[in-house]
Nanobody
Framework: QVQLVESGGGLVQAGGSLRLSCAAS????????MGWFRQAPVKEREFVAG????????YYTDSEKARFTISRDNAKNTVYLQMNSLKPEDTAVYYC??????????????WGQGTQVTVSS
């Protein structure tokens, strides 16, 4: 019912910024909470940010809250992740997800294929 396609990843210097986009297809996109997760080659997948279906509630881990901002545009069926002050440790594949929400992968039913973010020193 829901397909997600991430874009906006790439190579950026430390201290730079990127904005990731996640385009969703499906008639009920606005009913889903959305989240961003990431996974580095030798680390487990971790929660980055989430947003409620209405967009009124957002949530982050403490480490990302000061630098990352999640938003959504339901009219465009798109969710965004603005990433500022990027660090090499932010390097990972970033995944968009849709579902009931929360800070755990179990709260999301649909996943994109991921987009690579590489931050160089």
């Amino acid at each position: 019912q829901v397909q997600l396609v991430e874009s906006g990843g790439g190579l950026v210097q430390a201290g730079g910024s990127l904005r990731l986009s996640c385009a969703a297809s499906g008639r009920t996109f606005s009913r889903y909470s959305m989240g961003w997760f990431r996974q580095a080659p030798v680390k487990e997948r971790e929660f980055v940010a989430g947003i409620s279906w209405s967009g009124r509630t957002t949530y982050y881990t403490d480490s990302e809250k000061a630098r990352f901002t999640i938003s959504r545009d339901n009219a465009k069926n798109t969710v965004y992740l603005q990433m500022n002050s990027l660090k090499p440790e932010d390097t990972a594949v970033y995944y968009c997800a849709a579902g009931s929400g929360g800070d755990s992968a179990v709260g999301y039913n649909y996943w994109g294929q991921g987009t690579q973010v590489t931050v160089s020193s």
